[in-house]
């Protein structure tokens, strides 16, 4: 962490020199890899160019569009229980604005993660042939389909956790080849239930898909091209580099020659990956393929001209005092940044701020499912996912030790609270970055009402570094709009 800070620094004085103003605070704007690979979960993006919609592991997914049904019943790891009813506690009083969505009522710590064998999969996909040959009705092809489906959903939860556990201790030999090992599973297996359902799709008995699926899926199915698995093997290099970017990272002296080597490889292979998927760069591929984009590079220059214009010379009259305020705030003595005292603020705001999401936040605590300890070893990130088996978000962050952490909490949590509340459709929804940070951004934002009580005196000092962190999200999008980005760099989302 001493590194990173010194990076930062480095950073901050090269893009103050460059360009006049700077980010007070690494923070992930937009348009990751969270879900590319959500940075963190640097994206997996099982992946073929005719496929509806990548089962992308959006740190951030927003919807559940086609598909009546939800993954809840997904026989997931350790699930024991019946399905609960949401709770609704008393405090819960005045208007509501989340419908009621199943979770699973089980405690991360009772979720356990299992080597998988490709070939339990295999087997499921047979009987999807078995119709596709001599036919079946409705309710043959219903089991066969729900099998396959808990199944994905299964392997998608192991890969997820076995992603937090190589976030928690990258240098770990196991956690990186369970990590990778999961990846390929997961990829592997998406392949193989579309190859099922396009033989379906191709023969006499097509019609048991529209039992079960919509006709845009069933198009979907009909068009797709087995590559070999050519897409999956691109896909898993670049995974790859993704984890070595994140391990060299995580050491306690990193290597920055090779974390740039790391980088260019990345960059090159996203470009390969994005050609291969028909597209013409990285950066087109990203805004249809990752981020559901209904607008383009070249429209949102639209919106860059106005930033040039309006926003980046407010950073750079007001950047150099947010900065000041930065350093005055990081070096603070007597502002308790531990998970204890974030959360404590929390616990104590959010009841007023939204009585639903108070009940998200108790639901976070009461089952385990956020990692904020400090630890020098940690993957150097923040991100929220889903466990998708038990419909239960998980927050991971490496914290700085300062200030930030209060901020950078307050926006996972709405991450968090938009996964708590929303039913994501890990097969056939769609990842929205536009829309989920206005969830994370807004909490951050809604938050500066309690900054007097958070931060005392210091609450004007930490209001104005994070109206320019927002100002420089706005900047910081432009670069992602040209062709000469990645589409996959590691951030904070
Ligand atoms: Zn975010």
Redesign the pocket.
Known sequence: MKNRALALLLCLALLASLAGCFRIVPK?P?AAP?AEPAPAEAETEPVSPAQPAEPEEP??TVTSPAEPETPAEAGGPEETEEPAEPETPPEEAGPRYFREVWHGDVDFSALSYEHYDAARFDALTEPVYSLARGGGDAEDFAAADEALRTELIYIYTLRTLASLSFSADPSDDEAYEEYSYTQDLFNAAWDEYQQAMHTLAVSPHAGLLGTRYEAEIIDSFAAYEDDDGAMTALLKEKNELIQDYYRELAKSRPDYDEIGRIYVKLVEKAKVYARSAGYENAAEYSYEALYSRDYTPADSEAVWAAVKQYIVPLMQDYSYGAWQSAERLSRARDLDCSPEAILAVMEKHLPSLSPELYTAFRYMLDHGLCDLDYDEGKEETG??TLLYSVNEPFIFNSPYGNFQDYTDTF??F??FSNYFYTESDLLFGLSD?DL??LQ??GLELLFTHYYPDIFGRRAEAAQQVLLMNMLYSLVDGGPFTTSSSSGSTPR??
């Open positions: 992930a937009e969270a740190a951030e991100y929220t926006h996972e709405g991450h970055y989920s940070e994370s951004q904070r989302t």
